[in-house]
């Protein structure tokens, strides 16, 4: 099965207003993976979040725009989370940093699971350069993300807040209903639920999350009614 595969693809993405920024939401590959492309239009540098699939649209879609890729962020190394950059890297023609916490570098080199799911023809991309760090700041434009460790789903999961535009993107962390599965490679069931109250539940209500599945969502929506939160069900 190739990684290339367009099950589940969507291939035209929503188009999301954050802050001065602009977000194009794909939901792309075999897992229907959320991949963000965070573009600043002023200085039409971009980034990509979790590039799940097809690496060649994501870069069309910055081509399109005017914007230049400037660095990749995986909040976590699950293949469906990082298997669109060789795509982009190829497409683009351009060496790209790609960042993620070093925790998950083992899994990463395993090519994230993707043989346990029967997935035989997996292109990684180029390595990892840029450890995450709990503290660490990225910056695209104005806006600031800092990066949070955010272990559960697996060892070296992070998610990117930025309190400038009351977003977080979180990965498996967290979903709409719902909360990241425990039961592969570094996952934690415990560990998790202390990351969600210990890194989203203390940000403001009104504070979006963009989530690796599904459809965003907020701190306050899934604290009044995520069953995994209110303890409904543990």
């Excluded at 540098?45 to 799940?52: F, G, K, M, Y």
């Excluded at 990749?72 to 940093?97: E, R």
């Amino acid at each position: 099965m190739s990684i290339e595969g367009k099950i589940g693809a969507q291939l035209t993405p929503e188009e999301i207003p954050l802050g001065n920024l602009e977000v194009l939401a794909f939901e792309l590959g075999l897992a229907y993976t959320n991949t963000y492309l965070l573009g600043d239009p002023e200085t039409k540098s971009a980034v990509v979040i979790d590039p799940a699939w097809d690496g060649e649209q994501i870069a069309g879609a910055a081509l399109d725009r005017d914007w230049q890729i400037s660095a990749i962020w995986l909040t976590h190394a699950h293949f469906d989370h990082f298997g669109g950059v060789s795509g982009i890297v190829k497409s683009t023609g351009t060496p790209i940093p790609v960042a993620l916490h070093p925790l998950d570098f083992p899994l990463w080199q395993t090519n994230g699971g993707a043989g346990y799911f029967g997935i035989t023809e997996f292109e990684s991309g180029p390595e990892p350069t840029i450890d995450l760090e709990p503290g660490m700041e990225l910056t695209l434009g104005k806006y600031r993300f800092e990066v949070r460790h955010t272990p559960g789903h697996s060892l070296g999961h992070v998610i990117f807040v930025s309190e400038g535009l009351g977003a977080v993107f979180c990965g498996d962390l967290i979903f709409s209903g719902s909360v990241g599965r425990t039961d592969l490679q570094g996952g934690d069931w415990n560990t998790l639920l202390q990351s969600i109250r210990e890194e989203i539940l203390v940000l403001p209500d009104e504070t979006r999350l963009f989530t690796g599945h599904g459809p965003p969502t907020t701190v306050g929506k899934e604290r009044r009614s995520n069953p995994f939160v209110t303890g409904e069900i543990l």
